[in-house]
């Protein structure tokens, strides 16, 4: 049974960057097939996606946040990494990683992982 | 970007009713439409995949119909324990993923 779990600071000021890990178990990131990917969700609203990395490190970001955005891969480790800088309040949202079939859905996900962004 | 558009935004249904949530796409996706459901406090849960293909171990109630632009995901006898948020998903739009707007489902 795969595994995803987030972790990272819960609370980043403004203007810094958000850094979250997302460990893998119970599967390789590095077996291919999978896109490996960050959702986020801001408090009571839709799911957003941020992006994904292949296990290669070939990587597709949300256009409308890729100007901020750098996901990378650790397959030693078997962790994938989200880096969002300047961020603002409107970042503040539920993280999550989750695993994509490569053009289908997201089967498994993380717990996720809170975000507030303030001073 | 394919928008896809979810109705009702919100239900409020009686155990063993049946439910109905849409899914709209912007343009034709044929099959890759997917369904999760997201409980309060919960990572959202995979629950129909390409429409209409039935994930194991999710209870046989939940069933998924429609290609090209309209999708339908229906919950049969709707027990308590089914009160959630449902999202739709579509993978078509490689790689860009977009999701529904969601449906909260309120149990009665």
């Known amino acids: 049974q795969v595994q995803l779990q987030e972790s990272g600071p819960g609370l980043v000021k403004p203007s810094q960057t958000l850094s979250l890990t997302c460990t893998v178990s119970g599967g390789s990131i590095s077996s291919g097939g999978y896109y490996w990917s960050w959702i986020r969700q801001h408090p009571g609203k839709g799911l957003e996606w941020i992006g994904y990395i292949y296990y290669s490190g070939s990587t597709y970001y949300n256009p409308s946040l890729k100007s901020r955005v750098t996901i990378s891969v650790d397959t030693s480790k078997n962790q994938f990494s989200l880096k969002l800088s300047s961020v603002t309040a409107a970042d503040t949202a539920v993280y999550y990683c989750?695993?994509?079939?490569?053009?289908?859905?997201?089967?498994?996900w993380g717990q996720g992982t809170l975000v507030t962004v303030s001073s | 970007e394919i928008v896809l558009t979810q109705s009702p935004d919100f239900q409020s249904v009686t155990p063993k009713e049946k439910v109905t949530i849409t899914c709209r796409a912007s343009?034709?996706?044929?099959?890759?439409l997917h369904w999760y459901q997201q409980k309060p406090d919960q990572s959202p849960k995979l629950l129909i995949k390409?429409?209409?293909q039935s994930i194991s171990g999710v209870p046989s109630r939940f069933s998924g119909s429609g290609s090209g632009t309209d999708f339908t995901l229906t919950i049969n006898s709707l027990e308590a324990e089914d009160a959630a948020t449902y999202y739709c998903h579509q993978s078509s739009s490689l790689p860009h993923p977009t999701f529904g707007g969601g449906t909260k489902v309120e149990i009665k």
């Open positions: 989750a695993r994509r079939i490569l053009t289908g859905s997201f089967d498994y």
């Open positions: 390409y429409a209409s």
């Open positions: 343009q034709s996706i044929g099959s890759s």
